[in-house]
Each structure stands twice: as C-alpha cells, then as structure tokens.
C-alpha cells in the first residue's frame, strides 16, 4: 500500500459544479496535513493546511477523518482557473520529510 | 516577497557533466529539501537538510550530493549526469518539518 494514496482523475466538471478529492494515507502517526495545487509545469502552491477539526478558505473545504485515515478537498463553485492537479501532502511522523500523492487531476470545463 | 530561488531555471547537460543547483529563500525556515518530479511518479525526496549543519539522504539519492551552506541555502550537485537524471527538480523550505513547505519555482534538467 503507497504511504499516501490519490485517484488521479482526471476530473472533469462544468463550471459552477461541486467537485470532491478524497486522499488516504497509511501511517496513523501522521500529524500534519496539506493540500497542494500545482499547475502543468510550475512548482506546488500551497493551497490549504488541514486542521482536525475541518476548515474552509472561502470556495474550498478540508477535512481530515483520523479514523479513516483520511483526507478530503471539497472545492463548490468550481471555475475554470480551479483546473490544476491538486497534491495530498502528509508529514512523515517523527522525521522532518513530507511524503506526497501523485496527485489528483482537475480540468473544469466551460 | 522572493521566497524560496532557484537556479538555473533550465538546463542541458551531456552526460557525464557535472553541475550545481542553487537554491536559496529569504523566510528564515529551518529545513530544506530537494525534491524530483517525473511524470507519473509525483514527487520524490532527494535530500534534505532538518536545520543548518545537518543533511540527510531521502527517497532517491544516488547520484547526488547536497550542501547546506548556511541557513539559506541549499544546493544539490550532479557530479556525472545520466540521462536518468533527467527531470525537474524542486528546492523547498519549511518552518520544519510539520510547518507547510514553500517551493522554488523549479530546475528542468535534460541530460543528453
């Protein structure tokens, strides 16, 4: 089983649809969540950490289900500049390395 | 705002070169890395430094070494290019190691 693992689409969706990623990792240890977006040949951005308790910066929604082992993006109202891959990052307990999934594709459609 | 800086943006090697990528930021973090990205395989860890002083191999480091040379940079060196090094490689900084990651914008390399 892959440390952090993403369906990696593609998504496609028209504008203005919800759209949803989910993302599992494989070590419970895990403390430290984040959602990446990155555009075709540019560098990861940061798009969002993702607390315990859920949060949301405006359009997008992160969740985190410790049970699970899982991590979720909900992006509502898509628009066609939301198209990008949308990278799943956990840390590494116990080590100052970051482990990413392979990414999930996005491609909003007009 | 720089950031995190890299460079060369872009460079051709013919194999058997050597070459140093430079990377530094401006954010006072603690740790850096030097990632690879590939189609199809994500990124993956090279090295990393967890604070000035200290350097660490990660996923993939053969082939490369590394130098922190003060707490703001972070260069990674290609001592005999393969073309299996072909790739893009990302330098990234962080507060440490549970803080988010800030990445530089990201070295294309083709050896030939």
């Known amino acids: 089983r892959k440390e952090v693992e993403q369906d990696p689409g593609p998504f496609n969706v028209p504008e203005g649809a919800t759209v949803a990623f989910n993302c599992t990792y494989s070590?419970?240890?895990?403390?430290?969540f984040f959602w990446y977006r990155q555009d075709c040949r540019k560098e990861p951005k940061l798009l969002m950490s993702v607390y315990s308790s859920g949060n949301e910066d405006g359009r997008f929604t992160a969740q985190l289900n410790r049970a699970s082992q899982y991590i979720s993006l909900l992006i509502r109202d898509s628009k066609l500049s939301d198209s990008a891959t949308y990278l799943c990052v956990v840390n590494a307990p116990g080590t100052y390395k970051y482990i990413f999934g392979t990414g999930t594709r996005l491609k909003v459609l007009a | 705002n720089a950031g995190v800086t890299q460079t060369p943006k872009f460079q051709v090697l013919k194999t058997g070169q050597s070459m140093t990528l430079q990377c530094a930021q401006d954010m006072n973090h603690n740790s850096m890395y030097w990632y690879r990205q590939d189609p199809g395989m994500g990124l993956r860890l090279i090295y990393y430094s967890a604070s000035e002083g200290t350097t660490d191999k990660g996923e993939v480091p053969n082939g490369y070494n590394v130098s922190r040379l003060n707490k703001r940079e972070f260069s990674l060196r290609l001592e005999s290019a393969a073309p299996s090094q072909t790739s893009v490689y990302f330098c990234?900084?962080?507060?440490?190691?549970?803080?988010?990651?800030?990445f530089g914008q990201g070295t294309r390399l083709t050896v030939v």
């Open positions: 990234a900084s962080s507060i440490q190691g549970s803080t988010e990651a800030f």
């Open positions: 070590n419970s240890a895990s403390q430290s």
